[in-house]
């Protein structure tokens, strides 16, 4: 009596004792190992701040500069803009697109400072807001 080769395959796997699905993963961590690692990410994150402070030139233009400044900007178009740039003292109207930046010309005496205009008070725009809307 011959068996064929599939049965044979079929009756040993059954044979066989059933194992787990999964019990070769590694336990999941507990709360402490999610502590550990918040902490270590938290101290990497303020490591990482605490250099990009220190370094010089690293604050990738988040750091005003002193030498140069936009004095005022006006835009022209979608993509077209006129600034004045004040660089060692003496400023400078350029038009900025998207080819370039082209100077167009040499300010002889310095623009006067624009009047910075106070912001409104938050409380008093939500007030006279929510009144005109009831």
Do not use: C, Y
Not at 9 to 17: D, L, S, V
Not at 42 to 55: E, N, P, S, T, Y
Not at 57 to 74: E, F, K, M, W
Request: aromatic share 2%; net charge positive.
């Amino acid at each position: 009596m011959s068996f064929p080769l599939p049965l044979i395959a079929a009756a040993a796997t059954a044979a066989a004792p059933a194992q787990k699905v999964g019990h070769a993963a590694p336990a999941t961590p507990g709360i402490g190992g999610a502590l550990v690692g918040l902490i270590l990410v938290l101290g990497l994150i303020l490591g990482l701040a605490w250099l990009l402070k220190r370094l010089p030139g690293a604050g990738l233009g988040l750091r005003p500069n002193d030498q140069l400044r936009i004095v005022t900007s006006l835009s022209v178009g979608t993509k077209e803009r006129l600034l004045v740039v004040e660089v060692g003292g003496e400023q400078l109207l350029l038009g900025v697109s998207p080819g370039g930046i082209a100077h167009l010309h040499r300010l002889p005496e310095p623009l006067p400072p624009v009047p910075v205009q106070p912001l409104p008070n938050f409380a008093e725009l939500l007030a006279k807001r929510l009144r005109k809307e009831k």
